[in-house]
């Protein structure tokens, strides 16, 4: 079995592969190995993913948000180890994560928008050439937590349009000392600031909103992509605000000469086919290469993509076929 990892600050997504090809998906808690400790990532990964395994793990691939530096890779392979004994452990961060799913084994630039962002240039394999992030006071930019600071930045300032002020005083009861207070007197500003996303997205269509994310969008691609070879490849993006702003984004990347490729949600079934396969991962690939053929024959499927998709998805042969059969 081949267990697969993407762990973000609130949540983990996990695959689970089996000798047959069956794909189980797992949702956790986020694991944040700087503010968790051993015993709280043991324990919850025995808890919610360990006691679900039924046969030996020969791999364990995790990527995660916060994945920095030696220590932090020992604290989270030690807690693997613990639980998967024998299994090979692979530790990385969550870049890697995206240039993987978004790239494949090919070379290219890959992109993460989300509650953060980042970027890098990925040959294949790893990750080459990184622009440094700088989080959501020094970059960051085009995050969600970006555009929630130039939100409320505006609100502050008294230059919001009246009707977007009057709704996101009304939703969110905001006043200037109550933003102040959460922003530099509590926990996890970013995450605060990101959490009004769903606010502007609602206000995409209003010029004043249409404008900042049009500006957001532009000065993380020259400020950080401009840095790579974007005029040999197309760029790639992964997270929640690339994916609900697709459409402005495909926009920006035009109006800043390059080309837009991969848009995605989450990498984790990127990650699952980039790690199927890999030749670390080949037995697993030629059992999941079998199901997949399966699913071909008993559903009448011609085109091998789609019957991989549907596994992917339902997990196995005999459930792929009846939701394929279903809705034919």
């Keep these: ?40 990532i043991f324990n919850t990964v025995k808890s919610q993913v360990a006691e679900k395994v039924k046969e030996e793990v020969t791999d364990v ?17 030690g807690c693997f180890s613990k639980l998967f004994h024998g299994a090979q452990l692979f530790v990385e961060s969550d870049l890697l994560a995206a240039a993987r799913a978004l790239c494949g084994h090919q070379s290219g630039i890959a992109c993460i928008l989300g509650t953060g962002s980042n970027s890098c240039y990925y040959d294949g394999e790893t990750v080459i050439k990184n622009v440094k992030a700088g989080g959501f006071i020094l970059g960051d930019e085009a995050s969600g937590a970006y555009f929630g600071k130039r939100l409320l930045s505006d609100f502050v300032k008294g230059i919001l349009p009246s009707a977007v002020e009057k709704e996101l005083v009304k939703r969110y009861n905001l006043d200037y000392p109550s933003v102040v207070q959460r922003i530099y007197k509590q926990e996890q500003p970013s995450r605060y600031l990101a959490s009004f996303a769903p606010f502007i997205n ?4 209003h010029p004043h909103i249409s404008t900042m994310i049009k500006s957001g969008f532009e000065e993380f691609l020259m400020r950080n992509v401009a840095q790579y070879e974007y005029r040999r490849f197309p760029v790639n993006f992964v997270g929640s605000i690339a994916y609900n702003f697709k459409d402005i984004l495909e926009k920006s990347v035009s109006n800043c000469n390059m080309r837009m490729g991969v848009v995605i949600q989450s990498p984790i079934e990127g990650l699952v086919k980039y790690h199927t396969e890999s030749v670390e991962c080949s037995s697993v690939n030629s059992v999941i290469d079998k199901s997949i053929k399966a699913i071909m024959a008993e559903a009448d499927i011609k085109e091998y993509g789609l019957a991989k998709e549907l596994l992917m998805k339902f997990g196995s042969v005999k459930k792929a076929v009846e939701c394929y059969k279903s809705n034919v």
């Design 1 to 40: 079995m081949i267990v697969i990892a993407d762990s973000g600050a609130t949540k983990v997504d996990w695959r689970l592969i089996d000798k047959s090809g069956g794909v189980t998906a797992v949702s956790t808690i986020g694991l944040s190995p700087i503010f968790m400790s051993e015993d709280e």
């Design 61 to 77: 691939f995790f990527y995660g948000a916060g994945v920095v530096g030696e220590e932090i890779v020992a604290k989270l392979t």
């Design 202 to 205: 609602e206000f995409r269509n």
